[in-house]
């Protein structure tokens, strides 16, 4: 099992980043707040975590630990795959999750695009026994301020890779231009997680 990266990024995309290991590039499929982190040609460190299916080896990246061990144990839930558990942890961090699960508050679990109520539920019988089985860990910040020409690409592209319209992320985008427009710096996970809270209204 593959648990860890540590490399130079030599490739990036919304929802994704490839790291080479010395001549060795492996690619991973990210939330969009980690992927609008890392910065090309500079080091980076991914906590990971290799799905295995019959006709694929798929390896997931996140920023830290705590948020690998949050999209696996979503995953252990009945009916949910890691294309929805990515979209859990892109859209709660893993105290929000946390905070869900235990307080059993079903509107945040269905603000992630692919669960409805009925998955929600599930969600918090399957898994209010073993959420808090899982570390808090808070790591620290990863996410940098990106040139305003920049944000709303990587905005716009990462909820679409959630599976959102190029329509809806258009209007997502440009409720957050605001929050944009006062601070410059502003990190884009900062702004994607806007983003999504316009879109769960």
């Known amino acids: 099992m593959i ?3 540590s490399g130079t990024v030599i490739a990036a995309g919304a929802t994704w980043v490839v790291v080479d290991l010395n001549g060795f590039g492996l ?3 990210c939330t969009p707040a980690t992927a609008s982190a890392v910065r090309l040609g500079a080091p980076t460190t991914l906590a990971t975590s290799l799905v ?4 694929s080896l798929t390896l997931y990246g996140f920023a830290d630990a705590d948020e690998r061990d949050c999209f ?7 009916g949910i795959g890691p294309k929805i558990a990515q979209a859990v942890v892109s859209v709660l961090s893993p105290d929000d999750l ?12 269905t603000k992630v695009p692919g669960i409805g109520v009925k998955g929600a539920q599930r969600l918090v019988i399957e898994l209010k026994d073993k959420i808090n089985t899982l570390a808090a860990i808070t790591g620290p910040a990863t996410s940098a301020g990106s040139a305003p020409a920049q944000w709303r690409d990587q905005v716009k592209g990462g ?15 440009d409720a ?6 006062d601070d410059p710096a502003t990190p884009v996970a900062v702004l994607m997680r806007a983003a999504l809270r316009s879109l769960a209204k």
Do not use: M
């Open 176 to 181: 957050v231009a605001p929050l944009a427009d």
């Open 72 to 78: 696996e144990l979503v995953q252990s839930a009945s």
């Open 27 to 29: 690619r991973a499929q």
């Open 52 to 55: 295995v299916r019959e006709d």
């Open 3 to 5: 648990a860890q990266l």
């Open 159 to 173: 909820l679409e890779g959630l599976g959102w319209s190029s329509r809806d992320a258009d209007k997502a985008c």
């Open 98 to 109: 946390r905070a869900a699960i235990a307080s059993e508050n079903i509107p945040a679990l």
